[in-house]
């Protein structure tokens, strides 16, 4: 394993040099820059995988709680937290396996982003890159659509006046200025605000529900249909499966090598998030969870409830642009303007991405029961099974294994300990994740557009409430007229 790691120092070096950056500038500008803008330490890939799990998730985890009870949603937070974890491990052994290779062919880097697609397609070939650029690409374009949603969804709370769909016209135009940030290398004040967010906004939600206490009559009737309950495990599933941008992440950073136990770390860190908040939520309000898969519905209007929505709109807009910008440097490599020096003229090009998503969120609105949709359809593949399938037909042979870059771990039980790992997880993401939790999700779905309509112009929003109508005057007149 020292020989390996050794050797991934020695080649992968790694040293990130930004796309539309030459030489460095001494000035207080450009300190200023580097110190809020250009982020390729382990921290900051930290921040930004942390920020960029939890995300709007964290207001349809009670939803999913209440689908699931307390024990499984609690259970499979865990599990799913320790599958997704291994699996980004997977993809980053397989992307220094792959850069190492290429670096060692004097390939240069030095204007251009590797995507996972790429990694599949230099270690494995162009079948296995077609399959994943099609998964990751759909799941990413999905995932922004879901941030639009969510934007709208939780803007809605605070003002009322327009509908949801009216807000989402607005955010999408709002989240389309992301085509300005050129790649993860600018995010650093972005994901540490990001989680700063969403940590006061978890613990907001856990002590806000602890302090209104339990709802009249409260019922915890969870798990109570097999419908409900793979839906609501696999919205787990999508949560801890947000490493479809673990190469965008790596390739930022200026040794990507040492990306292998970050994910690890960043997913204990929300677990502190999830499990408090998820959990006080459900205790309060129960089974009112199961017609409100935004959390913030059932909490009462006040300033920290109000704080804690405007901080997930801006977290949301990260978000957005996390998911988002994979796609700009697909499309980018598409049209050949991905090594243009000019970032107004990549942002130009960079906006017809944005005009299908916008369309999508407008037709799906459905908060809560896209998420497990998503999960089980994309993530299931995306993140769990192809990463599994291509470390095993990576290192099949014992040349391969022997060549390795990174061997895995010695506690695990080396390569076999690896592939009984691997194997596993195909098996039990394709059965549970894909199989039960397809089939619940799509009947959930389903059921939203027939309850709400395609185009729905405010999914879930209360009545309005009618007003009295004012008594009615009859002016004197004589009875037997027109008679």
Request: aromatic share 16%.
């Amino acid at each position: 394993m020292e020989n390996g790691e050794k050797a991934a120092e020695t080649v992968v070096v790694g040293n990130y040099v930004e796309m539309e950056k030459d030489g460095k500038a001494s000035d207080i500008k450009s300190k200023l820059s580097d110190m809020f803008w250009h982020g390729g330490s382990a921290y900051d890939a930290w921040f930004s995988c942390a920020s960029n799990q939890v995300a709007q998730v964290l207001l349809t985890l009670p939803y999913s709680f209440s689908q699931l009870g307390m024990l499984s949603g609690i259970l499979f937070q865990l599990f799913y937290g320790i599958l997704g974890s291994w699996t980004a491990y997977l993809i980053s052994i397989l992307y220094v396996e792959y850069r190492t290779r290429k670096e060692r062919e004097k390939v240069n880097f030095r204007n251009h982003v590797i995507q996972w697609f790429e990694v599949l397609d230099g270690l494995l070939g162009k079948h296995w890159r077609n399959v994943g650029l099609a998964f990751n690409c759909t799941f990413l374009l999905f995932g922004s659509v879901i941030q639009l949603i969510a934007c709208a969804s939780n803007i809605y709370y605070i003002n009322d006046n327009l509908d949801k769909r009216t807000w989402t016209y607005i955010f999408g135009a709002c989240c389309a200025t992301t085509v300005f940030i050129p790649s993860f290398h600018n995010y650093r004040i972005w994901s540490f605000l990001g989680l700063l967010m969403t940590t006061y906004t978890a613990w907001y939600l856990t002590i806000a529900s602890i302090l209104h206490g339990q709802v009249q009559g409260v019922k915890h009737s969870g798990p109570s249909k097999l419908v409900l309950y793979f839906t609501g495990a696999t919205n787990i599933l999508y949560t801890f499966g947000g490493h479809a941008v673990t190469v965008e992440i790596m390739h930022a950073m200026w040794k990507p090598q040492k990306f292998k136990s970050i994910y690890l770390f960043a997913t204990l860190y929300v677990l502190t998030l999830t499990l408090p908040s998820a959990s006080a939520v459900y205790w309060a309000f129960g089974d009112l969870l199961l017609n409100h898969s935004n959390a913030f519905a059932l909490l009462p209007k006040n300033l920290y409830r109000d704080f804690a929505v405007v901080l997930m709109l801006i977290h949301q807009f990260i978000t957005f642009g996390f998911a988002c910008t994979p796609l700009y440097f697909v499309w980018e490599k598409l049209i050949g303007m991905h090594e243009c020096r000019s970032m107004c003229k990549r942002a130009a090009a960079r906006l017809p991405v944005v005009i299908p998503i916008w369309f999508l969120a407008i037709i799906f609105p459905f908060f809560g029961p896209i998420n497990s949709t998503v999960g089980s359809l994309l993530v299931s593949f995306t993140v769990y099974i192809i990463p599994a399938l291509a470390h095993i037909f990576t290192f099949r042979s014992s040349a391969a294994r022997e060549n390795a870059v990174e061997q895995p771990p010695r506690f695990l039980g080396r390569w076999t300990g690896a592939f009984t790992i691997n194997a596993f997880i195909v098996v039990w993401v394709f059965i549970v994740g894909f199989g039960f939790g397809g089939w619940a999700s799509m009947i959930n779905f389903v059921h939203q557009i027939d309850t709400f309509g395609l185009f729905t112009k405010c999914y879930q929003c209360p009545p309005p409430v009618m007003a009295s109508p004012p008594p009615i005057s009859h002016p004197h007149f004589n009875h037997t007229h027109g008679l």
